[in-house]
C-alpha cells in the first residue's frame, strides 16, 4: 500500500494549486481519502476527506468555499484543489487513508487513518 501526495510549492495570496495522492496496492473503491496538513509545533489537522462508499466529502471550516476535493478512480488519484489561498494555508499536506466500512473514526481525523504517503509542502507568501 502507497499513497504519493504531489503538486506542492510557492504560491502568492490569492493563488491557486491542485495537490494530488496518487495510491498503489489498493483501489479507491471502499477507502476513503483524507487530506491533513502540518504546521512545525501543532497538530496534523483534517482538511477534507472523500467517502469511499457513498463518495461524500467533508472540509474544514477554515478551507470551506476554497477548496475542492475529487477523484478519478480509473487513476486511483484524489485531488484537493485549493483556490484562494492563504498565508495561514502554509504547511506540509498529507494524504492519508483508511478502509471506508471500518466502524468507528472518521476520515478527518487524523488517529483513524491506516496509510500514509510522504508529504507536500505547499507555502503560500508574497
Known amino acids: 500500500v502507497q499513497l504519493q501526495a504531489s503538486g506542492g510549492g510557492l504560491v502568492q495570496p490569492g493563488g491557486s494549486l491542485r495537490l494530488s495522492c496518487v495510491v498503489s496496492?489498493?483501489?479507491?473503491?471502499?477507502?476513503?481519502i483524507g487530506w491533513f496538513r502540518q504546521v512545525p509545533g501543532k497538530e496534523r489537522e483534517g482538511v477534507s476527506c472523500i467517502s469511499g462508499t457513498k463518495g461524500s466529502t467533508y472540509y474544514a471550516d477554515s478551507v470551506q468555499g476554497r477548496f475542492a476535493i475529487s477523484k478519478d478512480n480509473a487513476k486511483n488519484t484524489v485531488y484537493l484543489q485549493m483556490n484562494n489561498l492563504k498565508p495561514e494555508d502554509t504547511a506540509v499536506y498529507y494524504c492519508?487513508?483508511?478502509?471506508?466500512?471500518?466502524?468507528?473514526?472518521?476520515?478527518?481525523?487524523?488517529?483513524?487513518?491506516?496509510?500514509w504517503g510522504e508529504g507536500t509542502l505547499v507555502t503560500v507568501s508574497s
Open positions: 492519508a487513508s483508511r478502509n471506508a466500512r471500518r466502524v468507528g473514526g472518521t476520515c478527518w481525523n487524523p488517529a483513524s487513518m491506516d496509510y
Open positions: 496496492g489498493f483501489t479507491l473503491d471502499g477507502y476513503s
